[in-house]
């Protein structure tokens, strides 16, 4: 038994590198009409963060790094909705550590 528990808890620590597509949003418009969300929006909310939206409607949040990464996105974007986004990082938890991000 306390063999199992060690194993839960080392893995419960590890974090997984990969890639996720979604919409890019801010935190405070997570829940509203993605298609209708625009970039200007993105940028006046920015305080609140970024994350994704994936296709399945989960939320991924993103880290300090990626937020900064976001507004850049959002700022240098001729795109003002339908900001569909890859998202390249490490989710720890209910957060990605982000290492890039490429609006489509």
């Not at 528990?5 to 620590?13: C, M, P």
């Not at 909705?81 to 991000?101: F, N, Q, R, Y």
């Amino acid at each position: 038994m306390k063999r199992i528990f060690t194993t839960v808890l080392f893995t419960a620590g590890v974090s997984l590198a990969g890639t996720w597509s979604g919409t890019l949003v801010d935190v405070m418009c997570k829940g509203k009409d993605l298609a209708s969300h625009t970039a200007k929006c993105g940028v006046a909310c920015a305080k609140s963060g970024f994350g994704l939206v994936l296709a399945d409607g989960k939320f991924v949040k993103f880290d300090e790094s990626g937020n900064a990464k976001a507004l850049a996105a959002l700022k240098s974007t001729s795109k003002e909705k339908d900001l569909k986004a890859k998202v390249s990082g490490e989710l720890d938890g209910e957060t990605v550590k982000v290492t890039s991000i490429e609006l489509q």
